[in-house]
């Protein structure tokens, strides 16, 4: 795992906010493909929107599953978890990809999702997904 992210994970889970905001750049561009609406750009934001994570989930834990480097792109597997101020369970699960530059992390691609509650089978899923459920497929003969 790489310096900077066992640094995120290290300020993260003692949520220290200033810590985990002076490992990211003043330009720090963030985007979640999976929803195009949430990119932001600046470590403000980046600062705004943990507070707001920190402060209504006071019991906020992160894990790293897995990490790897390549060059300065640091991808890493993340669980997050607590329970929100009104009661409810907070557990995300996903993949970052962090490019750093100096020691700093520059931009990022978040593939960070709710878990899903509901107990919906991956037939269920592709039916959703194309329309249609998929072949049940053959048994194997003994």
């Given amino acids: ?10 300020a993260m889970n003692a949520h220290d906010l200033e810590a985990a905001a002076a490992l990211f750049h003043e330009s720090y561009k963030s985007v979640q493909p999976a929803h195009p609406a949430r990119a932001f750009v600046g470590r403000r934001q980046m600062h705004a929107n943990w507070a707001a994570m ?16 390549h060059g300065n792109t640091a991808w890493s597997e993340w669980t997050w978890a607590g329970t929100r101020s009104d009661g409810r369970p907070f557990d995300m699960r996903g993949v970052t990809i962090f490019e750093v530059e100096d020691g700093l992390i520059t931009g990022g691609r978040l593939y960070m999702e709710e878990l899903e509650r509901e107990n919906v089978g ?9 329309g249609r459920r998929p072949d049940q497929p053959a048994r194997p003969v003994d």
């Avoid at 920190?54 to 480097?69: K, N, Q, R, T, W």
């Avoid at 991956?122 to 194309?130: D, G, P, R």
């Fill in 1 to 10: 795992m790489s310096e900077v992210i066992q640094r995120l994970l290290a």
């Fill in 54 to 69: 920190f402060a209504g989930i006071p019991d906020f834990h992160a894990e790293v599953i897995s990490s790897a480097d």
């Fill in 122 to 130: 991956i037939a269920e899923t592709v039916q959703s997904l194309a």
